[in-house]
Nanobody
Framework: VQLQASGGGLVQAGGSLRLSCAAS????????MGWFRQAPGKQREFVAA???????LYGDSVKGRFTISRDNAKNTVYLHMNSLKPEDTGVYYC??????????????WGQGTLVTVSS
């Protein structure tokens, strides 16, 4: 399975961005798909994940601001980020796995896309 993430960039605080992640290859085994992020000097942090049936999980720091969605036909997951804060800055990694939620996806990883939120 290969994951290709896109959509990162520079945005001002309070702004919005949408990240996309498309899976290709042997996708039949995939269940959960989601996002993690890593800020400079910090450990990787869970952001959001979604099952094929629509169940979702969110990290505490993004609840109410970020929304994850998924197009199963396209094997693509999206992260809609609103009310962005400087502390949301980091490299965002797409992940996918064969486990069902609440187990987080961690079998496959994308290359990461940089999100920078300026104050």
């Amino acid at each position: 399975v290969q994951l290709q993430a896109s959509g990162g960039g520079l945005v001002q605080a309070g702004g919005s961005l949408r990240l996309s992640c498309a899976a290709s290859g042997s996708t039949d085994s995939l269940n959960s798909m989601g996002w993690f992020r890593q800020a400079p000097g910090k450990q990787r942090e869970f952001v959001a994940a979604m099952s094929p049936g629509g169940n979702t999980l969110y990290g505490d720091s993004v609840k109410g601001r970020f929304t994850i969605s998924r197009d199963n036909a396209k094997n693509t997951v999206y992260l809609h980020m609103n009310s962005l804060k400087p502390e949301d800055t980091g490299v965002y990694y797409c992940a996918a796995g064969s486990e069902y939620l609440p187990y987080l996806p961690d079998d496959y990883w994308g290359q990461g896309t940089l999100v920078t939120v300026s104050s």
